[in-house]
């Protein structure tokens, strides 16, 4: 059974920093690619971010416009862990940021396209 566990959301002021982590267990970790999405209340569920395996030669990362420079997601295989480093945290960033695990080598923008997702963790950013 694949789990995928989020952690390392809080409260930060604005400007701030905070790494959010999800640890996979249950799958080849290393053949997933992997998603971050957040959804804020009243919103639609928005993709942030992902990245393709290790071994993938084309495009091995994305970004939303919204995060593009302020956000960073890595993956250690060895750890089964993904990260998402965010720095310059806006109130807007404010959400349930989840992640997700594709059965593809490579990224998709499209949540229904990602086959294991965690449980959430919230990130709120006061101004």
């Known amino acids: 059974q694949v789990q995928l566990v989020e952690s390392g959301g809080g409260l930060v002021q604005a400007g701030g920093s905070l790494r959010l982590s999800c640890a996979a267990s249950?799958?080849?970790?290393?053949?997933?690619?992997m998603g971050w999405f957040r959804q804020a209340p009243g919103k639609e569920r928005e993709t942030v971010a992902a990245?393709?395996?290790?071994?993938?030669?084309?495009?091995?990362?994305y970004y939303a416009d919204s995060v593009k420079g302020r956000f960073t997601t890595s993956r250690d295989d060895a750890k089964n862990t993904v990260y998402l480093q965010m720095s310059s945290l806006k109130p807007e960033d404010t959400a349930v940021y989840y992640c997700?695990?594709?059965?593809?080598?490579?990224?998709?923008?499209?949540?229904?396209?990602?086959?294991?997702w965690g449980q959430g963790t919230q990130v709120t950013v006061s101004s």
């Open positions: 997700a695990a594709r059965g593809s080598p490579t990224w998709s923008t499209d949540p229904s396209s990602y086959h294991y």
């Open positions: 249950g799958c080849t970790f290393s053949s997933y690619a």
């Open positions: 990245v393709a395996v290790m071994w993938w030669t084309g495009s091995r990362t």
